[in-house]
């Protein structure tokens, strides 16, 4: 069962490129959550883990290429929200991989939860800039 459904109403920013990576990002974290709450292999979840957050970055870095581009005041705020993420997942993943930490629940309602806070009121700030 989806962790996170991504709807226009709720996430949409009306930047075509941050909307189609959203919905990327989010069926990839429905993945990663789908496999460690249904008891997949360990290999099988530390490459969906490594896909996920190979993506955010991907997608944080174009979000703030965009945002210098289009000279965006709350852009500094907003690379201090994606930092502070990479960090958590970066932190996750090396412990995960080193057998000291599993991906459960609680990690997918953690990730859920910063999207959704993050995404209205950080993203959907830059929308006017970037469309």
């Excluded at 709450?37 to 965009?66: M, N, P, Q």
């Excluded at 581009?69 to 201090?80: D, I, P, V, W």
């Excluded at 991989?97 to 990690?107: E, F, S």
Aim: charged share 25%.
């Amino acid at each position: 069962m989806a962790l996170i459904t991504w709807t226009a109403a709720q996430y949409g920013t009306n930047v075509g490129f941050a909307d189609q990576e959203h919905q990327t990002l989010f069926d990839l974290l429905n993945k990663l959550y789908d496999e460690a709450t249904g008891g997949a292999e360990r290999a099988t979840i530390g490459a969906s883990l490594d896909a996920l957050i190979a993506y955010v970055v991907d997608h944080f870095a174009h979000e703030e290429k965009e945002m210098q581009a289009k000279g965006f005041g709350g852009y500094e705020r907003h690379k201090a929200e994606h930092d502070a993420l990479v960090g958590i997942c970066a932190d996750l993943q090396k412990k995960f991989h080193a057998g000291q930490a599993d991906i459960t629940d609680d990690v997918g309602q953690m990730v859920k939860g910063w999207l959704d806070s993050h995404i209205p009121t950080f993203d959907m700030a830059y929308s006017d800039a970037l469309k």
